[in-house]
């Protein structure tokens, strides 16, 4: 049975999503702004995120309000390419005026144990979070939220072992604190993620299922099918 509380949003180009996806992003933060003068957004990591963050970096938007985290982050080194912090840090931070003491890496670096440590202080002194971005796996996961792992949900950040794709070691915002978003977007792109997506709309329950809204979850999409 489909979750009334998930709204799905299908695209038939990827420019039609990147835009629809851009727009919501901006609304959200003028919304969050004017009623409490600070927009926190949970960042995503991937490809469709990286192309949908240039297209924000171009809007007029109150950037000095913005605070900036991160779902999750792969234990690497922060120049590592495949830190999320890097693509965030080249496509979008270098090119707004978002002051640094509201951008809040996951320091990864540490490792999982210490850096999940850190970032749970961290996020202690954030309230709910205005807005949520996270992406979806082919195998259900989000953020490093993976199928078969024991949920932790010991602290508002935790480490992250075993996972089934590289690199083993990460560290991921807990389900419990990312279920304090006033806001959630799923980013679906490719048919990669068919059955995940089947397994969401009939009830099948996977990591992404884990992640809701008082105010309800949006899902945009394309290359699936929505039957």
């Given at each position: 049975?489909?979750?009334?509380?998930?709204?799905?949003?299908?695209?038939?180009?990827?420019?039609?999503?990147?835009?629809?996806?851009?727009?919501?992003?901006?609304?959200?933060?003028?919304?969050?702004?004017?009623?409490?003068?600070?927009?926190?957004?949970?960042?995503?990591?991937?490809?469709t995120p990286r192309a949908i963050y240039r297209l924000l970096r171009e809007r007029n938007m109150d950037w000095s309000k913005w605070h900036v985290y991160h779902g999750d982050e792969r234990c690497l080194s922060p120049?590592?390419?495949?830190?999320?912090?890097?693509?965030?840090?080249?496509?979008?931070?270098?090119?707004?005026?978002?002051?640094?003491?509201?951008?809040?890496?996951?320091?990864a670096e540490l490792g999982p144990q210490l850096g999940a440590g850190a970032y749970a202080q961290t996020l202690q002194a954030c309230a709910d979070f205005d807005l949520l971005l996270l992406g979806l796996g082919e195998?259900?996961?989000?953020?490093?939220?993976?199928?078969?792992?024991?949920?932790?949900?010991?602290?508002?950040?935790?480490?992250?072992?075993?996972?089934?794709?590289?690199?083993?070691?990460?560290?991921?915002?807990?389900?419990?604190?990312?279920?304090?978003?006033?806001?959630?977007?799923?980013?679906?792109?490719?048919?990669?993620?068919?059955?995940?997506?089947?397994?969401?709309?009939?009830?099948?329950?996977?990591?992404?299922?884990?992640?809701?809204?008082?105010?309800?979850?949006?899902?945009?999409?394309?290359?699936?099918?929505?039957?």
């Amino acid at each position: 049975m489909q979750d009334k509380n998930t709204r799905w949003k299908h695209y038939d180009s990827i420019d039609g999503l990147r835009h629809a996806v851009c727009d919501a992003i901006a609304l959200s933060a003028q919304r969050a702004i004017a009623q409490r003068g600070r927009f926190s957004i949970v960042l995503a990591g991937g490809n469709t995120p990286r192309a949908i963050y240039r297209l924000l970096r171009e809007r007029n938007m109150d950037w000095s309000k913005w605070h900036v985290y991160h779902g999750d982050e792969r234990c690497l080194s922060p120049d590592h390419e495949d830190r999320n912090s890097l693509m965030v840090q080249q496509v979008l931070l270098d090119h707004v005026l978002i002051p640094a003491s509201q951008i809040h890496h996951i320091p990864a670096e540490l490792g999982p144990q210490l850096g999940a440590g850190a970032y749970a202080q961290t996020l202690q002194a954030c309230a709910d979070f205005d807005l949520l971005l996270l992406g979806l796996g082919e195998d259900g996961h989000t953020a490093s939220l993976f199928p078969g792992h024991a949920l932790d949900n010991s602290a508002d950040a935790v480490p992250v072992f075993n996972s089934p794709k590289p690199p083993a070691e990460r560290i991921s915002i807990s389900q419990h604190r990312l279920n304090r978003s006033l806001e959630v977007i799923f980013i679906v792109t490719g048919a990669g993620k068919q059955q995940a997506v089947n397994d969401w709309r009939s009830g099948v329950a996977i990591p992404a299922t884990l992640i809701r809204s008082a105010n309800g979850v949006d899902v945009y999409a394309y290359e699936v099918d929505l039957y």
